[in-house]
């Protein structure tokens, strides 16, 4: 089995990212409401997948708030907080769907201490951000209008749903020197069909789920799909991936790498699953390398 054959099967350890202990109650509703008002399911099912789930900041985060300079930004009408610590060459943290700029934390620290600046931000609909449902194309706005303020973009950290939204800002013409995605998604419609089936929706109302999604962006599924708009993307880039993630699987990232026009490199984690490769000393280190060597490059590729 290749890695392309792989990431279009279902992964059923895509569908734990779903589950909770209303669960089964809600799949026996999706399977009811399914076949006596489909429309309904789908509109409902929809409004579910667009809503990001909201957790508490841990004190950690509160404390790495406390450090850095806030600064609010309006984007479409909504009001985001972006954060900056240190000066220097930005680099910008994007965070996955729902979550916050400071689960890349770990990230600060190492950075500031090698010269850069970092830069990071609340999407719409997550963390301290207004609540409400929210798209990947506004997602990738409010990714463009943190990175607009920082300009020159020396490097870009992104995890899970985060590296499809910096996938789509790239390919729409953002520029960073060097690129890591943490844990990224190759396509999205596994995920939507986990959580189709997650909520014991029928096909058809899966169906109609999507082409509700579709008419709101404006566009299809695959304008998202990191894998198909990798080959037109040229910087260097780190991917990386722990064998164990249980929401996005590790063939994700391999295939995201293999498709990439630019070099890209692969680091492959054991044990740390889909958030705790997030505040790994060894993956914080690699990433950081990474783009401090770009840099270096370009400075020696100068002189």
Known sequence: MTDRDYVDLMNSTIVRSYESAAMPLLRVGGRVLSR???????????????????????????ALLERAHARPLFVGGRRLEMWKWGR???????HGWGGRGTQLGAFVEPLVARGFSVVTFDAPGHGVAEPGLVTIPEMTAALRAVAATQRPLTGLIAHSVGATVATRALYEGLHA??????APAAELISPAAA???????SRRVAELM??????????PWSAFDVATL??????P?????????GEVPWQHGRLVAHSWAGPADVLETQGLGHRRVLRDPGVVAAAVAFIASRVEAAIASVG
Do not use: M, N
């Open 36 to 62: 006596l008002a489909p429309a309904t399911a789908a509109r409902v099912a929809a409004r579910l997948f667009l809503t990001p789930p909201r957790h508490p900041r841990p004190p950690a985060e509160i």
């Open 88 to 94: 220097g060459p930005a680099v910008l943290l994007v």
């Open 177 to 182: 020197d060097s690129v890591v995605l943490v």
């Open 195 to 201: 959580f189709a089936q997650t909520l014991g929706l």
């Open 210 to 219: 999507r082409e509700r999604i579709e008419q709101r962006v404006g566009k």
């Open 230 to 235: 990798a080959p037109a993307l040229s910087a």
């Open 237 to 245: 880039l780190l991917v990386v991936h722990d064998r164990e993630d």
